[in-house]
Structures are given as structure tokens and as C-alpha cells.
């Protein structure tokens, strides 16, 4: 089993659709948990950053963390063309970075 | 602020050629990170360094490979002698000081292609 695990789509929906995008992990230390967002030929940029359970939310994404299940999820309120991309969980079992995994990727098409 | 630069942006080399990739962190970072990623295996961390240090290479695939860091804002990262199955995306990050660690800010990357 992969220590995080993440359903690689793709994921086709259309404009102004949630979206929930979900990660799965099976290290228990982990405790902080993000979602990085990476555009076609570009570098990943991180998105939303959360510790621990409980949920964020930032504008149109919401990040949930359910230590209990060892699940993670984004969501995506009225998605829009622009948010076509590949978003990647990561987490780490410390505030400096120990133990960091990213989880292999969704890719995300929103169409118009 | 610059970001991450990483050069050169592509390279297309032959097998058995060395090949050198560079990286310029953002300024005041102090923790650089080296990744590789392909279709097949995502993201993969190959090494990372703070203030200068290699702290982790365990995920350098093999003795082909190689990373310095001479000073705060230069890295490299070397590959001799190249092979096919090293062709992938290069990435390059850096962190800031203090409890921003796990915020990484990536470079553009280097599409290497070994034929």
C-alpha cells in the first residue's frame, strides 16, 4: 500500500460544479496536510495548508482533514475553467517538513 | 521577488552525456529541495538541504546522481552518465526559516530528455 494515495482521473466536470477531490494516507503522524495546485507545464504552488482535523476554507476551496479515517479532501465551489489543473495532496508529520509525501495527483478539467 | 529559477528550462541530451541542472532559490529561503517527476511515479523528493547541508538523499536514485550547494543561493544537481529513463521533470524548491516549511515554492522546472 502507497503511504498516500489519490484517485489520478481524469476528473471532467462541468463550469460551476463542486468538486471534491480526495486523498487517502496511511501514516497516522502525519498532522499537517495540503493541497497544491500544478498547471500544465508549471511548478506546483500550494493552495491551502491545514493542521490536523477539522476544516479551512479560503474563497471557493474548502480543505477537510478526518484524522480518524486517515482522509483528506478539497473542495470547489463553482468551479470555473481556470481551475483545470492537477491538485496534489501532501503532508508531513511536522511543521519543519519531517516525513513530507506527495500523493501522485488528480487531474482536473472544468469545462466551459 | 524572482521566484525559483531553475535553468536550463529544457534539455535534450544523448545517452551517456553528462548533464548539469541548475537552481537559484528564492532569497532568504534556507531549505532547497530537488524533485523529480514522470507520468509513472509522480513527485518524487531526490534530495534536500538546509542552510547549505544535505540533510536527506535517500531518494537519489542511484550513484549517477549527484547534488551540491555550494552557498545559500545556488544548487546543482548532476547526472553522469545519463541514461533514457532519467528523462522526467526536474524541480527545484525552497523554503523559508521557521514553522513556513511545509510551504514549498517551486521553480519552473527542467523537461530533461536523454535519447
Known amino acids: 500500500q502507497k503511504e498516500v494515495e489519490q484517485d489520478p482521473g481524469p476528473l471532467s466536470v462541468p463550469e460551476g460544479a463542486i468538486v471534491s477531490l480526495n486523498c487517502t494516507y496511511s501514516?497516522?503522524?502525519?498532522?499537517?496536510f495540503m493541497w497544491y495546485r500544478q498547471y500544465s507545464r508549471k511548478g506546483p504552488e500550494l493552495l491551502m495548508y491545514?493542521?490536523?482535523?477539522g476544516n479551512k476554507e479560503d474563497g471557493r476551496f474548502t480543505a477537510q482533514v478526518d484524522k480518524s479515517s486517515k482522509y483528506i479532501s478539497l473542495f470547489i465551489r463553482d468551479s470555473q475553467p481556470s481551475d483545470s489543473a492537477t491538485y496534489l495532496c501532501?503532508?508531513?508529520?511536522?511543521?519543519?517538513?519531517?516525513?513530507?509525501?506527495f500523493g501522485p495527483g488528480t487531474r482536473l478539467s472544468v469545462l466551459p | 521577488d524572482a521566484g525559483v529559477i531553475q535553468s536550463p528550462r529544457h534539455e535534450v541530451t544523448e545517452m551517456g552525456q553528462e548533464v548539469t541542472l541548475r537552481c537559484k532559490p528564492i532569497?532568504?529561503?534556507?531549505?532547497l529541495f530537488w524533485y523529480r517527476q514522470t507520468m509513472m511515479r509522480g513527485l518524487e523528493l531526490l534530495i534536500y538541504?538546509?542552510?547549505?547541508?544535505?540533510?536527506?538523499d535517500s531518494g537519489m536514485p542511484e550513484d549517477r546522481f549527484s547534488a551540491k550547494m555550494p552557498n545559500a543561493s545556488f544548487s546543482t544537481l548532476k547526472i553522469q552518465p545519463s541514461e533514457p529513463r532519467d528523462s522526467a521533470v526536474y524541480f527545484c524548491?525552497?523554503?523559508?526559516?521557521?514553522?513556513?516549511?511545509?510551504?514549498?515554492?517551486f521553480g519552473p522546472g527542467t523537461r530533461l530528455t536523454v535519447l
Open positions: 524548491a525552497s523554503t523559508p526559516p521557521g514553522p513556513l516549511y511545509n510551504e514549498q515554492f
Open positions: 501514516n497516522s503522524a502525519f498532522q499537517y
Open positions: 491545514t493542521y490536523s482535523s
Open positions: 501532501a503532508m508531513s508529520a511536522g511543521n519543519y517538513g519531517q516525513n513530507f509525501v
Open positions: 532569497s532568504g529561503h534556507n531549505s
Open positions: 538541504f538546509n542552510n547549505n547541508v544535505p540533510i536527506d
